[in-house]
T-cell receptor, first 112, second 111 residues
Framework: DQQVKQNSPSLSVQEGRISILNCDYT??????FLWYKKYPAEGPTFLIS?????DKNEDGRFTVFLNKSAKHLSLHIVPSQPGDSAVYFC???????????FGKGITLSVRP | NAGVTQTPKFRILKIGQSMTLQCTQD?????MYWYRQDPGMGLKLIYY???????DKGEVPNGYNVSRSTTEDFPLRLELAAPSQTSVYFC??????????FGSGTQLSVL
C-alpha cells in the first residue's frame, strides 16, 4: 500500500511559468515532509521541507504548501527555469525515529 | 568536499554471483541508509544503520546484507545475485530531520 502518492508521472511547463508538483499521503501519523530533486545519473538532493505545524514554507523560488485535512502537499516553483528539469520526489516521516517513505517521483520538464 | 561516495558506478553480474557495493561518508553522520530505485518507482529502503555496529532491516532486505564497522563505511553485500536485484542502488547518510545526503548511485544489472 503506497503511503505517499505522486499520481502524475510527468509535468511539462514553459520557462518562466509556475510549476506545481502534487503529493498526497494516507498515513495520518506523518508529521514532516520533504522534497528531493534528482538529476539523471546523480543521487537525489534535498530541496525543501515542511513540518506539520506549518502550512507553508518558502525558500527562494521554491514554496511547499501543506494541507493536513486533505493530506496533500504541493511544491511550487516560480519562475520555472530549464535547470529545474529533474525528477522530484516527495517524502514523509512520522516522528524522530521513523524512516522516510518516498513517492514514485514526478519528472518535470521546463521548456525554454 | 566528498560527502557520500559510492563505488562502483556500474556493474554487470551473472546470476548467482556476489558483490559488495561500497559506501563511505565523511560528514560523521551516525545514520546511514541503502535504497534501491526501480524504474518508475520510488526509493525502497533495504537496510539502515544508526551507528557503528548497529544495523537493521528496511522494507526490502531479502538477498542483501550489510555491516557497519566504522562510522564512515556502510557496505552492501549481494549474495547469489538474481535478476530481480537489477536496480539502481543509492547509499545515503542523514544530517538530521530526514535530510539525507545521497551518493551518486550504482547501476547494477544481473543477467
Amino acid at each position: 500500500d503506497q503511503q505517499v502518492k505522486q499520481n502524475s508521472p510527468s509535468l511539462s511547463v514553459q520557462e518562466g511559468r509556475i510549476s506545481i508538483l502534487n503529493c498526497d499521503y494516507t498515513n495520518s501519523m506523518f508529521d514532516y515532509f520533504l522534497w528531493y530533486k534528482k538529476y539523471p545519473a546523480e543521487g537525489p538532493t534535498f530541496l525543501i521541507s515542511i513540518s506539520s505545524i506549518k502550512d507553508k514554507n518558502e525558500d527562494g523560488r521554491f514554496t511547499v504548501f501543506l494541507n493536513k485535512s486533505a493530506k496533500h502537499l504541493s511544491l511550487h516553483i516560480v519562475p520555472s527555469q530549464p535547470g529545474d528539469s529533474a525528477v522530484y520526489f516527495c517524502a514523509a516521516t512520522a516522528g524522530a525515529n521513523s524512516k522516510l517513505t518516498f513517492g514514485k517521483g514526478i519528472t518535470l520538464s521546463v521548456r525554454p | 568536499n566528498a560527502g557520500v561516495t559510492q563505488t562502483p558506478k556500474f556493474r554487470i553480474l551473472k546470476i548467482g554471483q556476489s558483490m559488495t557495493l561500497q559506501c563511505t561518508q565523511d560528514m560523521n553522520h551516525n545514520y546511514m541508509y541503502w535504497y534501491r530505485q526501480d524504474p518508475g518507482m520510488g526509493l525502497k529502503l533495504i537496510y539502515y544503520s544508526v551507528g557503528a555496529g548497529i544495523t537493521d532491516k528496511g522494507e526490502v532486505p531479502n538477498g542483501y546484507n550489510v555491516s557497519r564497522s566504522t562510522t564512515e563505511d556502510f557496505p552492501l553485500r549481494l549474495e547469489l545475485a538474481a535478476p530481480s536485484q537489477t536496480s539502481v542502488y543509492f547509499c545515503a547518510s542523514e544530517g538530521g530531520s530526514g535530510k539525507l545526503f545521497f551518493g551518486s548511485g550504482t547501476q547494477l544489472s544481473v543477467l
